[in-house]
């Protein structure tokens, strides 16, 4: 049965059918359409449109709808399957579905449940408490990707590995301090994540079609019934906003973008020419033709996901664009782009730990790649700074110095002292240990640098952070 067959003659062309039914997806919000529901119940039955005994048994035949979607959270489908998809009698979404449903199970009580409220404030409610959901799930991947990546700070605190800029060895830095470059990715997209869900966590009920509920509800009880901070301050826009789908996509957006640079810098290191590190058979595929291969499968979807994710903001700000007040069919497109969004940012999140877990890191080659690419240029440098020259003019004199070594195939801390001084007599005996990697490190002991201290801090912070169940 439609919700608005009185003033129609003729049934729905089942093509428009097909492009106006949300049900195939909006499914999903069964259990927030139903909460919200129930919440309606209560606030009607304080406003005196339902007795005792009505409220009683509205809410307890909502409360086995929700057994029945969370024992089969595709039921909703299932229904509409066995019905012919022509008919008009079936459910175009999750709201009607449920509406219907429950007038099966309790006869003409069911239509009452519907007074004062509009799809249009029940839809928005059910989305936001999704939303809500969700983003609490998120979080939680966050913080397990994040502890993994501490671990792994931990595990690899000694082991130093070539920094590049232009994908050219640049400077050496621990691989640790690496790590805490993603944890604090993820502790930006944990912050975005969480201000969204604020924004998110307001009641739109009440607002009705558009103009506000003619009924004389208790627009706080209701949105503290459902865990809302507050109700929404404007009916039009409550039916209307879709911002807080939108923020959350440019945050999930944003993570994934961090999560494809983690993947291709795994991808690198896990390659013949880099063999910094070994992935773990189980995140890997092999190739039916080349019996050698092992791919870095996992971490290519890492990289790969986040167009799907982006495209998923893309899409919802497109639509969303020059669209009138208040609600529109249009805004029904906000689903599928995020239902798909959050479900592939999940697996992006929850297949990091599975990753770094199981990575062997080679650390023997990544020092050797760390000792090479004359990467210590830098220090020869700021060891001229030392004796006296001013850094532009040290900068010119080592990269003379860089040219000679390189013509003759050597490092720097190769060359002998005789040399060195051809090209600054101010060099003396100690340039050999201001060039070793070690040294490097040790002068880097800023707040937020790569000196073995530092870094040690910084992992203390980043267990802080995480620490007394931050997910
Ligand atoms: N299925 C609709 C959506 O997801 C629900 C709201 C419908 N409201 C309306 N006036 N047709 O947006």
């Known amino acids: 049965m439609a919700l608005w067959g009185g003033r129609f003659d003729k049934a729905a062309d089942p093509l428009f059918r097909e492009i106006n039914d949300s049900l195939p997806f909006d499914y999903r919000l069964a259990a927030q359409d139903i909460a919200g529901s129930v919440a309606w119940a209560g606030a009607i039955q304080r406003a005196g449109v339902l007795t005792a005994d009505e409220h009683r048994r509205l809410v307890s035949a909502l409360a086995d709808l929700a057994v029945l979607v969370e024992e089969n959270p595709r039921a909703p489908l299932e229904e509409q399957e066995k019905a012919a998809t022509e008919s008009p009698g079936t459910p175009e979404d999750i709201h009607s579905w449920v509406e219907a449903e429950l007038i099966r199970a309790v006869g003409d009580l069911g239509k009452k449940l519907h007074t004062g409220r509009s799809r249009n404030d029940q839809a928005a409610t059910g989305l936001r408490l999704w939303v809500r959901c969700e983003i609490d799930a998120r979080l939680a ?109 440019a945050a999930a957006s944003l993570c994934a973008v961090h999560l494809s640079r983690l993947g291709e810098e795994l991808i690198l290191w896990s390659s013949g020419e880099f063999g910094f590190v070994e992935l773990d058979d189980s995140v890997t595929s092999g190739s039916s033709l080349m019996p050698q291969k092992k791919n870095p499968d996992a971490l290519e979807l890492l990289r790969g996901k986040c167009g799907r994710i982006a495209g998923a903001h893309a899409a919802l700000t ?154």
């Not at 621990?174 to 969204?196: K, N, P, S």
């Not at 203390?460 to 931050?470: C, E």
Request: with cysteine.
């Open 141 to 249: 991947e966050v913080r397990a990707a994040q502890r993994s990546l501490v671990a792994l700070a931990e595990r690899e605190a000694a082991t130093i590995l070539p920094g590049y800029t232009h994908l050219q060895r640049a400077q050496p830095v621990l691989m640790a301090h690496w790590a805490l470059a993603y944890f604090e990715m993820l502790e930006r997209d944990a912050a975005r994540l969480a201000g969204a869900r604020r924004r998110a966590n307001l009641c739109p009920l009440g607002s009705a079609a558009l103009a506000g509920t003619t009924y004389p509800i208790d627009r706080a009880a209701l949105a503290r019934d459902l865990g809302f901070d507050a109700p929404t301050a404007n009916s039009l826009d409550a039916v209307a906003d879709r911002d807080f789908v939108v923020e959350t996509l």
């Open 318 to 471: 497109v639509t969303l664009k020059g669209l009138p007040l208040a609600y529109n069919k249009d805004m029904q497109e906000d689903k599928e782009p995020l239902f798909d969004a959050m479900g592939s940012l999940s697996l992006c999140l929850r297949i990091v730990p599975r990753v770094l877990d199981g990575m062997k890191v080679d650390r023997g080659r990544c020092r050797e790649a760390a000792a090479g690419g004359h990467s210590n240029a830098t220090e020869l440098a700021d060891y001229l700074v030392g004796k006296g020259v001013p850094f532009r003019d040290a900068h010119e004199v080592v990269g003379r110095v860089v040219r000679h070594a390189l013509a003759a195939g050597r490092a720097l801390e190769a060359l002998t002292l005789d040399e060195f001084r051809k090209f600054d007599a101010r060099i003396g005996p100690d340039v050999l240990a201001a060039l070793t990697l070690e040294a490097g490190l040790t002068r880097r002991e800023v707040p937020g640098g790569t000196g073995p201290q530092a870094v040690a801090a910084a992992i203390a912070r980043a267990k802080r952070s995480l620490g007394g169940g931050a997910a």
